[in-house]
């Protein structure tokens, strides 16, 4: 991989968006820990070191040692990376006595700066630090101040060394991006040649050459990250691919023939598994969320056990992992470290765990899936499809789950979603689904009393699921949602709409 970034993270909450940013530019970067940094540190054209919640001054703060690096490729310090250049450069850090946190502006002390080209004077970055530069190392100049700021920019003389107090990375930095496109493409010369079409390639040698001739087995979920995963696997290893696709009886209405169809469709080597009954038989009598959760995926376990066992020689896992799952992973913040490969050999684990794990996709992020998956002519409505939990509809009908029960909520979900594709707001939305409650009320049909169920509609806007907004959907919509519940869907007398934000609610009701 020649054009080829690294980030050093030092714990901020920032880092991923300066992955992302530099992913922009069609530039491809990986984002490694302070304290672990890959083998291959001279093949990086150039280094990017993170902001940090720690102080350079504290005794656990980072202090890696940078002799590989400095002076020796192009080096952008961001935040704490400008900081711990200036401590250990002759410079000196020490708290800051006025507020350094949210917008400020830029004034630059020196003119025609190749870093700060086609950025006009006055832009608007944005801070967040309690350190401050109270001086800068001998060696360095200055480039910028804002107005409670002095050392908002500055440079190493006779390096390609720059440092800078903001955030570059973050949106409200209006010229972030063009601040990282003048370091990256002017002043460290990579080339922005990563892209969609660029990874396909790549990694289909890469994995024809990881795999060989052995045998992969892919569970595939109807989602995004599976289904682009096993297309890749695909094109590197054609039938030697094995897609396992199970129904465990908690999918939408006619998701597992219509999905399947849609997965033998792209040539895939797919079995389709009906196991519906074995895990409405394993949830009979539950109404613990929880114990629901864990059932599902002790029988999911079960099912690909089995199943997997039937291929002969299989040697490789394939699994949709995506980045931010792997940057969680390696955090430098005391996540759990990464564990993928302790599966191998230990006893009692289900075979398929004892397999070699393969993740095409652990580089991406989720919109770069999608954009990998339009690359490759997958179908725009599988992209777009929306989050759906692994146990699907089990933790969308409160209480214990029954056949009839899963039926009733089916058929109420699909009037919901597709009146939102039919009136053009499916993607318009995150995520969306009913619930079905465990409340019955009396309504009136005709002249006749009736004691039926309730169920509630959720549609929320979210870019990662953690926080979530309700969606105002319009009210005429709702109404001919209503109605046609209602009237098709025998069991329910009546719909209610969900107007609670993440937090303090969540998205799923259990
Ligand atoms: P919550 O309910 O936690 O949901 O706000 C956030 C996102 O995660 C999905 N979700 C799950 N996905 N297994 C999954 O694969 C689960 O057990 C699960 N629980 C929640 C949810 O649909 C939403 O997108």
Request: charged share 25%; net charge negative.
């Amino acid at each position: 991989m020649q054009n080829n970034v690294l980030i050093l993270d030092f714990g901020s909450q920032y880092t991923q968006l300066i992955a992302r940013r530099v992913r922009e530019l069609n530039i491809y970067c990986e984002i490694h820990p302070y304290n672990n940094l890959p083998d291959n540190v001279s093949d990086f054209k150039a280094v990017i070191l993170s902001g940090s919640p720690f102080s350079v001054r504290g005794d656990d703060a980072p202090h890696p040692d940078l002799s590989e690096i400095r002076g020796k490729k192009p080096l952008l310090a961001v935040c704490y990376g400008a900081q711990y250049l200036a401590h250990f450069s002759g410079g000196e850090v020490a708290p800051s006595n006025t507020r350094e946190y949210g917008r400020a502006n830029l004034s630059f002390v020196k003119e025609k700066e190749q870093f700060f080209e086609n950025i006009t004077k006055g832009s608007q970055v944005w801070m967040s630090h309690s350190d401050t530069i109270k001086k800068l190392p001998t060696s360095a100049i200055r480039l910028a101040s804002t107005s409670d700021v002095e050392n908002a920019a500055y440079r190493i003389e006779g390096e390609e060394t720059y440092a800078i107090q903001f955030h570059p990375e973050v949106y409200h930095s209006t010229d972030g991006k063009q601040l990282l496109e003048n370091f990256l493409l002017k002043i460290a010369c990579v080339q922005p040649d990563w892209t969609p079409n660029s990874f396909v390639d790549t990694t289909v040698l890469e994995l024809k050459n990881k795999v060989g001739d052995d045998k992969v087995v892919l569970g595939l979920s109807g989602g995004v990250d599976s289904t682009v995963a096993a297309v890749l696997l695909h094109k590197a290893i054609n039938k030697n691919l094995y897609c396992i696709f199970v129904n465990n009886g908690l999918l939408r209405k006619n998701e597992f023939s219509a999905v399947l169809k849609q997965y033998e469709g792209m040539g895939l080597n797919v079995k389709g598994v009906d196991a519906s009954a074995r895990f409405l038989d394993a949830l009979k009598g539950e109404s613990d969320p929880e114990k629901k959760r864990k059932i599902i995926g002790r029988v999911f376990i079960e099912v690909f056990d089995d199943e997997s066992q039937k291929i002969e020689n299989a040697k490789w896992l394939g699994q949709g992992t995506i980045y931010p799952d792997v940057i969680e992973s390696v955090s430098v913040n005391g996540g759990p470290s990464a564990t993928i490969k302790s599966h191998h050999n230990v006893g009692g684990l289900p075979d398929f765990m004892k397999l070699e794990v393969v993740e095409p996709l652990r580089m991406l992020f989720k919109d770069e899936v999608r954009r990998v998956g339009a690359s490759m002519g997958l179908d725009p409505e599988l992209l777009g499809r929306h989050p759906f939990p692994g146990p699907g509809l089990a933790i969308r009908i409160l209480g214990d789950i029954t056949a009839e029960k899963v039926a009733i909520l089916q058929e109420v979900d699909a009037i919901f979603i597709n009146g939102l594709k039919a009136e053009g707001l499916y993607d318009k939305v995150w995520q969306a689904g009913a619930i079905l409650l465990p409340v019955q009320s009396v309504g009136v049909m005709g002249d006749e009393r009736t004691y039926e169920n309730c169920v509630a509609l959720r549609a929320v806007e979210s870019t990662d699921g953690m926080t979530a907004d309700w969606v105002n959907l319009p009210y005429e919509f709702l109404q001919r949602t209503s109605n046609a519940i209602i009237n098709r869907v025998k069991g329910v007398n009546r719909v209610v709409y969900d107007i609670s934000s993440k937090p303090p609610a969540t998205i799923e009701w259990e």
